[in-house]
């Protein structure tokens, strides 16, 4: 499917925000006749209160260009499209898109684009929906994401060439807390956002706010997007490389998943620890950022002969 796939048909729909949003959404999906793919993970937002909390943390203005995926019937697209100059949203289900279209047909600002977010760029999306292409600079992400495709989506954007200043998105629980651990509760994917952004909870969400609800709660997160990485490395990837190998064995203590990662003695992985101010006892979810650079420049020469 070509990402700028487009469709013609349109099923005019609306929802009145100021009824109740339950009823209204269950009711769209019974006109529409449309039933909602787990595979996908649409769960739809029928809490008033979350999605004002949604719009409110994004902190918009009308200078705004923002950048949704997953809109799913619309409702947060909406809001966007009355606050910001600019609203691109990416749908990956074709049926969705034809209710997206035509809902969302008296808002000249939207573009609703029937793509799979991981296989365009943000620049190239930006490029082709504005005529403005200098809008691009401060762009936003705010979107309800589908929980299959959380962490690809989120480090989609974070390693763009063309950051977002701002995201604030709706992910699973489990997945917003791994992602604003602090060190001693640190995972891979903790440490590859943090990399990039400054990540808050905002808000606790029940599994009932959406229809049909979902098994597991959710979070409101926020990521302010750092203009350059809180720590300075010259080669990201190899950072990376080392960061991956301290947490190929989690459960591990760093001297031992070191040592067999990089085929050292265990003496050799202690002295080297020790080199970088490390306690070799340590795991790898205690380990900051800053000790991980310290790590990356102390183990460096040896990741040729990386085996994680």
């Known amino acids: 499917m070509s990402w700028l796939n487009q469709h013609n048909g349109l099923s005019v729909v609306n929802i009145d925000m100021k ?6 959404v269950k009711a769209l999906l019974h006109r529409s006749g449309f039933k909602a793919r787990k595979r996908l993970g649409q769960h ?17 203005s009308y200078e705004d260009v923002v950048i949704e995926v997953g809109p799913g019937l619309g409702i947060l697209t909406e809001r966007l499209a009355e ?10 289900d074709g049926r969705l898109v034809n209710i997206l279209r035509g809902k ?5 600002n939207t573009k609703i684009i029937h793509a799979d977010i991981l296989k365009v760029t943000p620049k190239q999306l930006l490029e082709h929906c504005l005529a403005k292409p200098e809008l691009s600079r401060n762009y936003k992400v705010v979107a309800n994401l589908p929980y299959y495709i959380t962490s690809p989506v989120v480090r989609h954007f974070l390693e763009a ?5 701002l995201m604030v998105v709706m992910v699973q629980k489990e997945v917003g807390e791994a992602i604003a651990a602090p060190p001693g509760k640190m995972s891979l994917l903790g440490v590859s956002t943090q990399f990039y952004s400054k990540p808050a909870i905002i808000r606790y969400v029940s599994a009932d706010s959406f229809y049909p609800p979902p098994k597991v709660d959710s979070v409101i997160l926020r990521l302010d997007i750092y203009p350059r990485p809180p720590i300075e490395v010259s080669n990201v990837e190899g950072f990376f490389d080392i960061v991956n190998c301290g947490f190929s064995a989690p459960r591990k203590q760093l001297r031992n998943v070191l040592a067999k990662a990089m085929g050292l003695s265990g003496s050799q992985a202690v002295s080297l620890l020790e080199k970088a101010g490390v306690d070799s006892r340590r795991r790898a979810e205690t380990v900051t950022l800053e000790e991980w650079k310290k790590l990356w420049e102390v183990f460096t020469p040896y990741r040729g002969k990386l085996s994680c």
């Open 104 to 108: 969302l047909a008296s808002f000249s």
């Open 83 to 92: 606050m910001v100059n600019e609203v691109i949203a990416l749908e990956i």
């Open 161 to 165: 060439s063309l950051k977002p200043s």
């Open 44 to 60: 739809f937002l029928v809490n008033k209160d979350i999605l004002e909390c949604i719009v409110s943390t994004a902190e918009l």
């Open 19 to 24: 009824g109740d949003l339950a009823t209204q």
